[in-house]
């Protein structure tokens, strides 16, 4: 059979996995720390048996790109889980959600100590060294039911419970356990690592994709692991902390009801608390929002202004968008393309002394951006603040102190705001938060711009290496955090973003991408959108919602 690597064709005996038929190059390659391969824009184990069906292009993925990296983390947590299973067999752990270069987790029948972490490490060290095959078994429907019958276990179980012709388990001598996605052939691949305590549980670190090598210092984020956490334990009450569970819920005659109700109620419950919180500030004349892209700020900002006049204070928007600086001033990135997205995009000087103005109760005259010519214009748009009015201020740089360098620190208040998923598929494999949002964002922008699924896919990297950038460094600079999750929102948008990642083919580069985001779907059951409340932050990616102009 022939395989395509570097342009050049390689006549390979059938049979052979990918790491024995292309041994040689990759011993010759120039790439380091090869952990897996894409075929066809398909991600592959380098253990795949190759077949006549395979022929085509391959190329090699290191732990130094987005997908590798992913490879590398779920390969760090199986070894993780098994070196738990060897050292404190009874301990039932969760992996809860991500937190910088790192992922949280627990302990449910155990105290996490200093002594537990040494000696699970210290296993984990182990194990690495010893570079023990990871091996896939895959099964069919009726393997997998025959085993489950023998073995007391829910490892990968939900996998038998959706439309799927196999099931799978990784095996790494006599453990197994079910990982979300391609893993790394064999335990030797985890070369930078580190495993700590952190509050209740642990941290198992690893490398940023930037600085491979390095294992970086945690950064405490106080408020964002707050509202995770509170949001875990409200799931973990409602017995909804997993897919199972939740599918589990939405199949009972009033659960989809139920579900729709109690998340709105949720939502509603924190909106008004920070509308509260805002009027007993006092000194409060302008409210900040920000957050990555598809957090639900359009309606958010909508729901709490009502909120706000609830409490008597009358909420007025002002866009950002409307200060960029003239075109030929904008700042250009390290390819000479326009940069948008970087504060110095912005004319702070106008803004800050219009903010300083309409707060010594001045008028001003607004400017207008226009996007085609790249310059500001005044049409006569013109404001005033009166005395039970306040600003409400929505845009990538809020938590930036930058943005209002010229307003006291007590007339500002700042809400950050995030998609922060702690749903899990089951205990070891944890829904992204990048994940969920990539999802809305697929429906939205194919529902209001007519976006295809792959164009959404291609621009999603330099979303993030923006938000990277200009958003979370700052989330902590927020007075409060606001989760947009919804928990059952996968189970309605499954509808809309199912169709257009299949129309996705496999001679695109986002395929592989759109698969694994299929897959994830296919775990949901589905719930219709007609029930969905045109006032829930869902409607906003859906389209239906009464916020939307």
Avoid at 1 to 23: C, F, H, P, S, W
Avoid at 257 to 283: P, Q, W
Avoid at 344 to 368: I, R
Avoid at 467 to 472: A, D
Wanted: glycine share 4%; hydrophobic share 35%; with cysteine.
């Amino acid at each position: 059979m022939k395989i395509t690597y570097e342009n050049k064709d390689y006549e390979v005996q059938e049979g052979l996995t990918i790491r024995e038929a292309l041994k040689e190059q990759i011993e010759k390659s120039e790439v380091q720390d090869i952990i897996a391969a894409r075929l066809n824009n398909t991600i592959e184990s380098l253990n795949l048996p190759l077949t006549k069906d395979h022929s085509g292009e391959i190329e090699f993925i290191t732990r130094n790109e987005r997908d590798g990296r992913n490879i590398y983390i779920r390969g760090l947590l199986f070894v993780m889980s098994k070196a738990f299973a060897e050292v404190y067999p009874d301990a039932l752990l969760t992996v809860n959600y991500q937190l910088s270069n790192a992922m949280f987790g627990t302990v449910d029948n155990m105290e996490v100590t200093e002594e537990i972490i040494t000696k699970v490490k210290s296993k984990m060290i182990e194990i690495i060294n010893k570079d023990i095959p990871i091996l896939k078994e895959i099964m069919t429907q009726e393997e997998a039911e025959e085993f489950y019958k023998k073995e007391a276990t829910i490892k990968g179980k939900l996998q038998t419970a959706i439309d799927k012709d196999k099931v799978s388990l990784y095996y790494c001598e006599d453990y197994y356990n079910y990982f979300y996605g391609t893993m790394p052939i064999s335990t030797g691949f985890a070369k930078v690592f580190d495993l700590e305590k952190y509050r209740n549980g642990f941290l198992v670190k690893y490398p940023s994709v930037t600085e491979p090598n390095k294992i970086q210092e945690t950064k405490e984020s106080l408020k964002l692991v707050s509202a995770m956490d509170e949001y875990d334990e409200i799931y973990r009450l409602m017995k909804i902390n997993t897919v199972h569970r939740l599918n589990k819920k939405v199949r009972e005659p009033k659960g989809e009801k139920e579900l729709i109700l109690f998340s709105e109620a949720l939502h509603e419950k924190k909106i008004a608390e920070i509308a509260n919180k805002i009027k007993e500030h006092g000194n409060v004349r302008m409210v900040l929002i920000a957050g990555p892209s598809s957090s639900g700020k359009t309606t958010f900002a909508g729901k709490l202004g009502m909120s706000l006049k609830v409490n008597g204070i009358k909420p007025v928007t002002i866009s950002v968008d409307n200060y960029f600086v003239e075109r030929e001033n904008n700042p250009k990135d390290e390819h000479g393309n326009y940069d948008f997205e970087c504060i110095e995009a912005l004319d702070l000087k106008l803004f800050n002394n219009q903010l300083v103005d309409l707060l010594a109760g001045k008028e001003v005259s607004l400017p207008t951006f226009n996007f085609t010519t790249g310059k500001k214009e005044y049409r006569g748009n013109t404001l005033k603040l009166k005395e039970d009015e306040i600003l409400i201020i929505e845009g990538i740089h809020c938590m930036n102190d930058r943005l209002t360098s010229l307003i006291p620190k007590e007339n500002k208040f700042k809400v950050y705001i995030s998609d922060l998923t702690v749903l899990n598929i089951d205990y070891y494999n944890r829904i992204s938060t990048t994940d969920t949002r990539l999802i809305r964002r697929i429906v939205r922008d194919y529902k209001f711009r007519n976006y295809s699924a792959e164009h959404t896919l291609k621009t999603w990297y330099s979303v993030n290496r923006g938000e990277q950038k200009n958003i979370f460094p700052y989330q902590e600079e927020a007075d409060c955090m606001f989760n947009s999750s919804i928990v059952y929102e996968l189970s309605v948008l499954k509808n809309y973003a199912m169709p257009l990642l299949e129309e996705i083919p496999q001679t695109s580069r986002e395929y592989s991408e759109a698969r694994r985001l299929i897959t994830l779907l296919m775990y949901f059951e589905t719930m219709s959108p007609d029930n969905v409340p045109n006032n829930s932050l869902l409607r906003e990616f859906i389209g239906g919602s009464i916020f939307e102009d």
